[in-house]
């Protein structure tokens, strides 16, 4: 076969379109080789960025569940605290009625048993009381009305006491802690 020079031409200007599309898919290559890294780059920053966005919305859950741990923890020691205030507040008039059934007692019966029982219970009952924190509002004559200790039931003229000043404990106030209970009935000096 010959080859003729048109063949040659053809030849060349196909070796040369070859050349030609290989030196373009040269570039495309490299670029290809580039691409991957800066796809698998840009999904890394945003694996990451994912990432610290759920760090964060864990570490604000968990803040919030702390939060929220805590105030139902107070809401469950505020409820047992009224609840135990309640009940404190109905022995209350029973301790007042075995103090004035004590006060009024002959002092010739107080060594028989039965009154001993009664005694026994009274202190019974100042015991629990006491195991829950109430104490007894302490006044004395002459001591100035405290409005946030003492409730004034009648306001009278009385020599030797200051104006302002109580004159007697009509009714024992309780609290427990800082917070009163019962305030203490009082008469005050005009």
Do not use: C
Not at 45 to 66: C, H, M, S
Not at 87 to 114: C, N, S, V, Y
Not at 149 to 159: F, K, P, V
Request: net charge negative; proline share 4%; glycine share 4%.
């Amino acid at each position: 076969m010959e080859t003729t020079a048109q063949d040659q031409t053809m030849t060349t200007e196909a070796t040369t379109d070859a050349a030609e599309k290989i030196a373009e898919a040269e570039p495309t290559t490299a670029a290809a080789e580039v691409d991957p890294i800066a796809a698998l780059q840009k999904e890394l920053q945003e694996a990451k960025a994912k990432a610290d966005e759920y760090l964060d919305g864990w570490q604000r859950a968990r803040a919030e569940f702390a939060n929220y741990k805590k105030r139902q923890e107070q809401q469950n020691a505020d409820l047992r605290a009224f609840a135990t205030i309640d009940l404190i507040r109905k022995l209350l008039p029973i301790q007042d009625d075995f103090e004035r059934a004590i006060k009024t007692l002959p002092e010739g019966i107080t060594h028989m048993t039965w009154i001993e029982g009664v005694l026994l219970i009274q202190r019974k009952l100042r015991l629990v009381l006491e195991s829950e924190g109430v104490k007894e509002i302490e006044v004395r004559k002459n001591d100035p009305f405290d409005p946030a200790l003492h409730e004034a039931i009648s306001h009278d003229e009385a020599e030797g006491v200051e104006s302002g000043h109580v004159i007697e404990e009509v009714q024992k106030g309780y609290k427990i802690g800082d917070r009163v209970i019962r305030p203490t009935l009082v008469r005050v000096a005009k």
